[in-house]
């Protein structure tokens, strides 16, 4: 690819899952990549490797989503090492489903909220100075900001709902200086937190139009169109990649 070329992409939580798929597919695209990661170092340093081989510069960085100078650490430390920032993908994310209302514990609501939200927030203030006209923020939601279609579900989703606020108020805020700003709203994908063969698969698997899990390949196809060329006129939206869970 050479759409991306030049560019330096930041993405949260690229170890793993659809991080990971995001990251390899923007160096595929031609972009420098740095990841963030929580405690999977391997599985980081793998990625970064599979970057190597592509020819683009790819480095991983252990930073806790929910520690603010951790956030804003990463996001000096890329912009230096790096000389730029053009792209930053907000993908690190917790789950929190299952529970009733009454067993979710004040301590799980704040760490919910601190990487789920505060996080997003936080990755978006620090990279604004350095990103320049063409730059791109795009955030990962989940499709249940769109239909709650379950219960046991209210954490997560006020937490993902929320990213529609943030994505249309930044996109309001950084559309003069030509930076745009989006949102993905993936369905039932098969990762380690959402298994394609675990227990409450095919439960989710009926409430999508399509009949299926999607894949992490699927969602960075999404995140590739947002950050390239081809939508620079797209801002402040809401793009679901989520076989019709939503319909
Ligand atoms: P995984 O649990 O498979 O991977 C999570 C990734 O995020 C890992 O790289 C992990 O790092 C990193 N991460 C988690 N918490 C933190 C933290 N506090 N600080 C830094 N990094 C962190 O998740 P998915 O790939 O499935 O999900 C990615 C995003 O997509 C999330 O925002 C999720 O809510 C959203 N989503 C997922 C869906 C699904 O069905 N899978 C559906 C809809 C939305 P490490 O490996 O070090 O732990």
């Known amino acids: 690819g050479t759409t ?5 992409a930041l993405v949260t939580g690229g170890s793993r899952g659809i991080g990971a798929a995001v990251a390899l597919r923007l160096a595929e695209d031609g972009a420098d990549v740095a990841l963030t990661y929580q405690g999977s170092t391997e599985l980081a340093e793998e990625v970064v490797s599979k970057i190597t081989a592509m020819g683009r ?3 991983a960085v252990r930073a806790d ?7 804003r650490g990463t996001v000096a430390a890329v912009a230096e090492r790096f000389g730029r920032l053009d792209i930053l993908v907000n993908n690190a994310g917790v ?5 009733p209302i009454e067993a979710v514990a004040l301590e799980q609501i704040d760490r919910v909220l601190a990487v789920n939200v505060r996080a997003p927030y936080l990755y978006a203030q620090a990279v604004v100075e350095h990103l320049a006209e063409g730059g791109r923020i795009v955030t990962i939601g989940s499709c249940i900001a769109q239909r709650v279609a379950f219960g046991k579900s209210a954490l997560y989703a006020t937490s993902k709902a929320a990213l529609t606020g943030f994505t249309k108020g930044m996109a309001r805020e950084l559309g003069p200086r030509g930076v745009t700003v989006n949102l993905v709203h993936p369905g039932p994908i098969d990762t380690d937190m959402n298994p394609g063969d675990g227990d409450s698969a095919d439960f989710q698997r009926g409430f999508t139009a399509l ?14 169109y947002l950050v390239g060329e081809s939508a620079r006129y797209v801002t402040g939206a809401e793009l679901a990649v989520d076989g019709g869970f939503a319909v």
């Open 95 to 99: 789950g929190a489903l299952g529970q």
């Open 65 to 71: 989503s929910a520690d603010p100078k951790a956030v």
């Open 4 to 8: 991306l070329d030049g560019k330096v």
């Open 57 to 59: 510069t790819g480095w």
């Open 211 to 224: 009949g299926r899990y999607g894949t992490v390949a699927e969602v960075a196809d999404a995140v590739a």
